[in-house]
């Protein structure tokens, strides 16, 4: 029997590679996620986002504060807490606000209401307080929305609120009240943080 001849590649027949070179892909295993699971996931992320929101309304928008001391009762009790609203440019009679008080190593931040506005001239005379201005030359009662009719300030008062500044009263005017303009002056606009829009 004649020898067989060895096989010969055919001409641009392709080799064919060793199996463990290329080994078959994996197929792709989804994993199925229960409904607990989902829902915990879910109750996560919103979770985080409420607190980046809250962090950077703390930060940029709104601030709170708690009351300490009586100087605003009763319309904000000790210990009472409450909101500004910061960026506050626009100064207005009435508008309970939270400051830096002109006064050498302030404890912190005070919180009055702003009683006369940038050049009126104040008075104080017998317990009641008027406020001038080109509009009202013969006076106007800067308290008479929010404090009772026989509400008595201390004090003896003649001044003007210089450019730029407001002047600032809290609402318990009475002995051992409020601490504020009557007796360190006017506050400079610029250091108001904020002005109360909530109180809890």
């Known amino acids: 029997m004649p020898p067989s001849e060895p096989m010969q590649p055919q001409p641009n027949s392709p080799l064919p590679a060793p199996a463990s070179l290329y080994p078959a892909p994996e197929q792709p ?4 996620r229960s409904k607990a699971e989902i829902f915990i996931l879910i109750v996560g992320i919103g979770f985080t986002s ?3 929101i809250l962090v950077i309304l703390r930060l940029f928008v709104f601030g709170y504060y708690q009351a300490i001391g009586n100087s605003m009762a009763p319309t904000i009790p000790q210990h009472r807490i409450f909101f500004t609203a910061r960026h506050y440019t626009s100064p207005q009679r009435g508008d309970i606000v939270v400051y830096k008080p002109p006064i050498p190593n302030a404890p912190g931040t005070f919180i009055h209401r702003i ?3 940038p050049g009126e ?5 017998g317990g009641k307080v008027t406020v001038y201005n080109s509009s009202t030359p013969q006076g106007l009662n800067p308290d008479q929305s929010y404090e009772s009719a026989d509400t008595d300030t201390l004090g003896d008062i003649d001044t003007t ?3 730029g500044d407001v002047y600032v009263m809290g609402d318990n005017r009475g002995p051992k009240g409020s601490y504020d303009s009557r ?3 006017p506050v400079p606009i610029s250091n108001i943080v904020g002005k109360v829009i909530h109180v809890l």
């Open 29 to 32: 295993v989804l994993k199925h």
């Open 50 to 52: 409420l607190i980046v």
């Open 115 to 117: 009683v006369a506005l």
């Open 161 to 163: 609120v210089p450019t």
């Open 183 to 185: 007796e360190f002056g």
């Open 121 to 125: 001239r104040i008075t104080i005379r």
